[in-house]
């Protein structure tokens, strides 16, 4: 249709999953009969991926780096779907989506990471379909299944209004990303150089952006709660470090900016 439309103009695709191909195996396998993949192309794919590309490069900006070599760095994309990923010297090593985005962290309507024999228990308990069952997983899981709200804003103000199940859900929701954060230190040798936040629900959540520092406390980082609470993208502040100065690594909250990227992939390929 676009060719249609503007006939000689160039065609580019840009794929979420195309930072994430340089995973080793090791870390885009299922532990499955590997004929899944042979026959079946079943792997982890991850996605986000221009997100984390670019955010992964604003750090090495902000670390006073040319470029991501030698750097070691976790990025946060917080969302309504939410992504993590490990990126070291400026190439994906591990991130939590797999083969489709219902995997990892629970996010604002899917279920995140689960045990998959829930799904034949469910089919079996309820007479659902694995159709029906995988489509809750996607649109009435997360923060919408445990609060009923499927807005982080909203889950907060639930919560801060005394409802028992809107804080049950923040709180599962910060501890299962505090988790892959520690995880992935221990993935990049224990010498991470930044921790980079970005996406709605961490550019704009001072609130969540502190509590998912503090369950990183064991690993020395510290938040400046000043900082914090003074950014936001709706606010004069928009970016920086929210970490204390004696912190062991520095957290940035850093605004995504995928169209750019898609932007700059399209004038390379076509140049």
Known sequence: ACEKLMPGVPQVAVFDTGFHQTMPDYAYMYALPYEYYEKYKIRRYGFHGTSHRYVSARAADMLGKKDAQGLRIVTCHLGNGSSIAAVKDGKCFDTTMGLTPLEGIMMGTR??????????????????????????????????????????????????????????????????????????????????????????????????????????????????REVNDAIASFKEITSGVITAEDSTVPVYVEPTNEEVMIIRDAYKLCK
Request: aromatic share 6%; charged share 25%.
């Open 111 to 224: 279920s995140g990471s689960i045990d998959p024999s829930i799904l034949e228990y469910v089919c079996k308990e309820s007479g659902m379909s694995i159709g029906d069952v995988t489509n809750d997983l996607n649109k009435k899981s997360g923060l919408l299944g445990i609060s009923g709200y499927s807005d982080c804003r909203d889950v907060e103000e639930a919560a801060a209004r005394g409802e028992e199940m809107a804080e049950l859900a923040l709180h599962m929701y910060h501890d299962r990303v505090a988790k892959y954060i520690a995880d992935y230190f221990i993935e990049l040798e224990g010498k991470v150089d930044a921790i980079v936040f970005t996406a709605g629900v961490l550019e704009n959540g001072a609130e969540t952006r502190e509590s998912i520092i503090k369950g990183l406390a064991p690993l020395g980082i510290k938040i400046n």
